[in-house]
């Protein structure tokens, strides 16, 4: 049976995405193979991975394979989901595929001179725009580098996309590829402009690209960008995997089955998060929380202000905290009604999640949930983390009234959020 990719959400193209090339637009045609070969096997520690190889999300990945095999990949594609779940990867295993000079159906062969330079970030037709801060943490070169993403006061880098660097890149659209395949521009989070500057300065190349060139979109908010953006995208929604699937992943990539299925389980089954996971670290900075936790909610205010204190450092050293933090608080939550602990992600810390459950009500656990994700996106900004600490888990111990998530510091911009 046939499948064909969801059609667009715009009403720019009617026609279904088999007749796209009717309406104009330019569908991805790949190289014929000719017989199909026997895989090779791909160098050892090659940081590229396949479509075939991609952990869970089989919808999606089945999808983008039909169509890269049969040449009606759309030329502007948005990726969506939470992070960590493969959507960057699957967007370079796209891209590799299409360049490959000889692919295993929809897989890249890793083997020929365009699959090498792609897993060495060197192809100079597959290029990523991203903001500075996310290229530094990534260890990725940075491709459209702007002067203005290193000019904060607070001497780090830009987290968000400038208008600069999409200059930079519709610059370069206006070449033809370089090698003679397809020019693949992969764009993260174009959502963390918020002034919308640079979804708007693409607006046109997503909706005629230039020939030869395709576009794929990751975003892990696609609510924030505008409806324009995604109206010229195919839209593809990805979930994380099981735990299970993640774990066996991450055994795969060489990690001990013990320490796959830790990471596996603290990262929320999400293999990206999960193979960056530093697991000593992380289990460290998980016995602050829970005892930061303890002190806020079983001690006066001002524990829970020392505890706030202690956990400070670990906002710059550990970036997965808010994650961690995440994991705890659901436990906490879910505790009271799943009296076997099935559904417990932190199951080695039972006993202390029990205590927790017991002095956190179910609806103060969900509240601070809330106040978690909105730290995380505050702790992107130049906010005062000392006090976010702070307000987070004097509310939790109950010695604040729960406020509308929005302060001062942030400004008006978060309010309601
Ligand atoms: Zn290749």
């Not at 990751?218 to 195919?234: K, N, Y």
């Not at 089955?257 to 697991?279: F, K, M, N, Q, W």
Request: proline share 9%.
């Amino acid at each position: 049976m046939r499948q064909d990719l969801p059609k667009r959400s715009s009403s720019a193209c009617a026609r279904p995405w088999r007749g796209a090339s009717a309406c104009g637009r330019e569908t991805v045609a790949r190289k014929k193979t000719g017989k199909k070969k026997a895989k090779a096997a791909p160098p050892p520690d090659s940081p590229l991975l396949c479509l075939s190889e991609l952990v869970g999300n089989q919808r999606p990945r089945r999808l983008l394979a039909a169509a890269l095999m049969e040449g009606r990949l759309f030329p502007a594609l948005l990726l969506h989901g939470p992070p960590g779940i493969g959507k960057f990867t699957t967007a370079r295993a796209i891209a590799a595929a299409i360049n490959c000079a000889s692919p295993d159906g929809a897989d890249a062969c890793r083997q020929c001179p365009s699959c090498r330079k792609v897993a060495a970030w060197t192809h100079p037709d597959i290029k990523v725009l991203e903001s500075a801060a996310d290229a530094q943490a990534a260890g990725r070169p940075d491709f459209f580098p702007d002067a203005q993403a290193a000019s904060r006061s607070d001497g780090r880098v830009s987290t968000r996309l400038l208008i600069g660097q999409v200059r930079r890149l519709l610059h370069e659209t206006a070449f033809k590829p370089f090698e003679g395949g397809r020019r693949v521009f992969i764009i993260r989070h174009l959502e963390s402009d918020p002034s919308m500057g640079c979804a708007n300065a693409l607006l046109k190349p997503l909706e005629e690209p230039p020939s030869g060139t395709s576009f794929i979109l990751t975003s892990s908010r696609p609510e924030l960008l505008p409806d324009t953006i995604r109206s010229r995208c195919q839209s593809l929604a990805f979930l994380p995997p099981s735990r299970d699937e993640t774990a066996e992943f991450l055994a795969g990539r060489g990690i001990a089955p013990e320490e796959a299925t830790l990471r596996a389980a603290l990262s929320g089954g999400r293999p990206g998060a999960a193979l960056s996971l530093d697991a000593e670290g992380g289990l460290g900075l998980r016995d602050g929380i829970l005892a930061a936790l303890d002190a806020a909610a079983g001690s006066g205010p001002m524990d829970a202000v020392t505890a706030a204190e202690e956990l400070l450092p670990a906002v710059d050293q550990m970036p997965g905290l808010m994650e961690l933090f995440a994991l705890v608080a659901r436990d906490i939550m879910v505790m009271p009604y799943d009296t076997q602990g099935r559904l417990i992600t932190n199951q080695d810390r039972l006993p202390e999640l029990k205590k927790l459950a017991a002095a956190i009500p179910p609806r103060r656990a969900a509240r601070l949930l809330q106040r978690i994700e909105w730290c995380e996106r505050a702790l992107q900004r130049s906010v005062n983390a000392s006090l976010m600490l702070q307000t987070l888990l004097l509310e939790t111990g109950g010695h604040l009234p729960s406020e509308p998530l929005t302060t001062p510091w942030l400004g008006e911009e978060e309010a309601g959020a």
